[in-house]
């Protein structure tokens, strides 16, 4: 939407500029060409001014008990206009299996940072808070916005403190603050293969008594290479199962885990 907006605005002060110099020469051309291109820098500095205010207004020492609609809104646009401008084709397959009621666990394999922002942008009405190294909370404008969605920071090296945030996340579901989307390998993987998956993180489900949501990616790995070159990137966003709660339950986290896995690496190997 923002993006739209943006462009309709540049388009309507290049218009305006080329009939103040009018269709004689060629003057006309260049003028539109720079008048747009500059209202168009301009009014993206201007969105990366209001997403730097409302970033330094955040507290992150002052825990988010409720989801933000403001936040949410901010995050929802800068995405939509992040992602054409890098580039970005995304092609996702099996949205319909979206539940539409009820909140659920979201599993995928992870093989760049901004793995999150593709997920996202799949599931805006979905109200999702990540599950998040502590490491992202100190990111430029990212770990702010985080916060204000409710994401979860995880000490991946204290098995004690991990699993107060599984703690938190299953408390998040059962009173409806948040679905729960994690990347269950734990890393992103560094050669892009699918890693084993941690067990652990299924317990939210099981406990929350929510399906889980299986997915995986492809291609973020190469957005910020194509887009330095000005290449268009293609990613593929695949939900391939739903598990249904009842399913969950009967098994044991790692046996879940193990079918979960093999889901994720039939998609990824065809």
Not at 1 to 16: D, Q
Not at 34 to 56: N, Q, R
Not at 62 to 87: C, H, M, N, V
Not at 204 to 232: D, E, H, M, Y
Request: hydrophobic share 50%.
């Amino acid at each position: 939407m923002v993006l739209g907006i943006i462009t309709v605005i540049a388009m309507g002060a290049a218009l305006m500029a080329c009939l103040n110099v009018g269709f004689l020469g060629i003057s006309w051309l260049w003028v539109t060409v720079l008048t747009f291109f500059g209202v168009f820098l301009g009014e993206l500095l201007l969105l990366f001014l209001v997403v730097w205010i409302a970033a330094k207004a955040v507290d992150q020492n002052k825990p988010q008990e409720k989801d933000s609609k403001f936040y949410r809104f901010l995050a929802d646009q800068i995405i939509a206009t992040g992602i054409p401008l890098l580039g970005v084709r995304i092609r996702a397959e099996g949205m319909k299996q979206i539940p539409k009621d009820g909140r659920f666990l979201l599993v995928c394999n992870h093989i760049h940072d901004l793995d999150p922002a593709v997920i996202l942008s799949k599931f805006r009405k979905s109200q999702l808070a990540f599950i998040s190294k502590q490491e992202n909370s100190k990111m430029f404008l990212v770990g702010p916005l985080m916060h204000k969605l409710q994401c979860q920071l995880i000490n991946r090296e204290n098995d004690r403190q991990a699993l107060k945030t599984i703690l938190r996340c299953i408390d998040m579901i059962q009173k409806d603050k948040a679905s729960i989307a994690v990347f269950p390998e734990g890393y992103v993987s560094l050669d892009g293969n699918l890693q084993p998956l941690k067990p652990g993180v299924f317990k939210i489900a099981q406990k929350a008594n929510v399906p889980v949501v299986v997915c995986t990616l492809r291609g973020t790995k190469q957005i910020l290479k194509n887009a330095l070159r000005f290449r268009s990137t293609q990613v593929d966003f695949h939900l391939l199962k739903v598990l249904p709660a009842e399913h969950v339950r009967e098994l044991s986290t790692v046996d879940l885990a193990h079918e979960v896995y093999a889901l994720m690496a039939e998609d990824l190997e065809g």
